[in-house]
């Protein structure tokens, strides 16, 4: 009998995620499984939260990786904290901001929408200004936008909701690994990322925190969370204190990988990691440049870990993308929404972050349009 995975190819995943995942992550992820509630397990997992509250740049006791991708840490962090009828204030400039918007109204909050033009950053004199027309009990951005490339002013915000009991929530998926991050300082209360972008990981594991304050909320609801398999009450139970509780049984190979690939990431040092995501980015808008090619974000908002480039016209993006795939093994991605057609978003993510990785996909580009 033919076994497909013995045709898998091996591409270079330089699209908005997965990522590449290195070597060393994939041989954690083969390693023996334990059981859930094995005394080194639970280690593992001690150690690999303290490694989330680094990169997070938290001390939050409630750091934890959630089983399931990215979304699962978005669909978390809203369903612990809203009750019907609560105002929710959503910054979107972009797809994972309009996914935000869809969440949180599915809950039965009073969502307002505060829109910015796709491709460019939340406006924080506009927050200002709609902070004083009403109270919030959250407000929610997303820190890099991961369909536009756009980097928003996470810790500008921050600082409008200090001093207020207003929960600031923050979507980091495609940031965390990538660049700085420091929730604490920026007064962020409840944050989320996934395991496929910048931390090299696959797919299947959604770090997420909670402040001491967003804990007290959620211990101080008035009805019970409607989801059961993600009420951080009960997983509390299980990630902290001597005694762990089953909840669930977690994706204990996953987990393995997601603590190799933080352990990458503070072995490297945090701060030469986020530099050679830079340093790549720069070097591949040099590149895009040298083409007559665009980028879609100005210059001091743009991702480094996510390039979306215009697409000349006359140049089918399609076409490119299926050419970079099939002849060159290189994935980018299309664009989303309004942006469909109009560009390409180029992951350099994690272990991807490489020059000779954006060399290769710029080579292949030129030979494709001339």
Known sequence: MKNLLDGIQNTLLLGAGPSGVAPSTYYALSRSTLGHLDPYFIKIMDELKDGLRTLMGTQNLLTVPMSGTGSIGMEASFVNLIEHGDKVLVLQNGVFGTRMVDVASRLGAEVT????????????????????????????????????????????????????????????????GGMPMELDAWGVD?????????????????????????????NNRKTPVPNWY??????????????????????????????????????????????????????????????????????????????????????????????????????????????AGKIIRIGLMGYNAQDYNVDRLLDAMKEIVG
Not at 198 to 212: E, K, R, Y
Request: proline letters at 5%; a negative charge; aromatic letters at 8%.
């Open 113 to 176: 929408e505060l829109k910015f033009e796709w491709g460019t950053p939340v406006v924080v004199d506009q927050v200002a200004e709609a902070l004083k027309k009403d109270n919030y009990k959250i407000v929610a951005v997303v820190m890099a936008e991961t369909s536009t490339g756009v980097s928003n002013p996470v810790a500008e915000i921050g600082q409008l909701l200090k001093g207020t009991d207003t929960l600031y929530l923050v979507d980091a998926v495609t940031s965390m």
């Open 190 to 218: 409840v944050c989320y990322s996934g395991s496929q972008k910048c931390l090299s990981c696959p797919p299947g594991a959604s770090p997420i925190t909670f402040s001491d304050r967003a804990v007290q909320v959620l």
């Open 230 to 339: 993600l009420d951080m009450s009960l997983l509390t139970k299980y990630w902290g204190g001597n005694t762990r509780v089953y909840h669930h049984t977690p994706p204990i190979n996953m987990f393995y990988g997601l603590y190799q690939a933080v352990h990458n990431i503070l072995e490297e040092g945090p701060e030469q990691v986020y530099a050679r995501h830079q340093a790549a980015h720069t070097r591949l808008v040099a590149g895009i440049e040298a083409m007559g090619w665009e980028m879609l974000v100005d210059e001091g908002y743009r991702l480094p870990m996510l390039n979306a480039v215009v697409v000349p016209e006359g140049v089918d993006e399609a076409a490119l993308r299926r050419k970079l795939l099939n002849d060159y093994g290189i994935e980018v991605s299309s664009g989303l929404g309004a942006l």
